[in-house]
């Protein structure tokens, strides 16, 4: 087979694959709902320096690599919107993970306007299907 060829027959091979290599998703509770329990939307925060208080229903938390049905743990989204919902969760200064299964976190922002939105992960920090984020909320830290 002609090497033009062969290189054909393997992207098209690929391409037929691709969905199977996606990461499955985890399904999740149709009534299932994350909310930020405090702080407020609209609060004003004096000091940078705040407790973020997360709530879940209709759904357990528990740590991450628990791997049980209707069970995940929180990431707290700062200043960001949703990541891509079939990937798993970027771990940085924007996207907190709370994979020991916290409920609450004391957390430090900058002087300023912040939006907070939580998103419930799976075993592995990957979204539910369907996904299950609280509304986004506006704070102030003056």
Known sequence: ?????LRRVLAAAL?????????????????AETYIIWPGDGTV???????VRMGLKGMGVCPKGIERP???HHHLL????????????????????FGAGETDA?????????TLQLLLGDSKHV??????????ITITVR
């Open 106 to 114: 004391r957390i430090e922002l900058p002087p300023g306007k912040h």
């Open 1 to 5: 087979m002609p090497r033009r060829s």
């Open 45 to 51: 925060i004096d000091g940078g320096k705040l407790w």
């Open 127 to 136: 979204p539910f299907d369907p996904p299950i984020y609280s509304k986004k």
């Open 78 to 97: 700062i200043d960001v919107e949703l990541p891509p919902l079939d990937k798993e969760i970027p771990n940085d200064r924007n996207h907190l993970h």
């Open 15 to 31: 391409l037929a694959t691709w969905p199977a290599l996606a990461i499955p998703l985890t399904p999740a509770p149709k009534n």
């Open 70 to 72: 209707n069970c995940g």
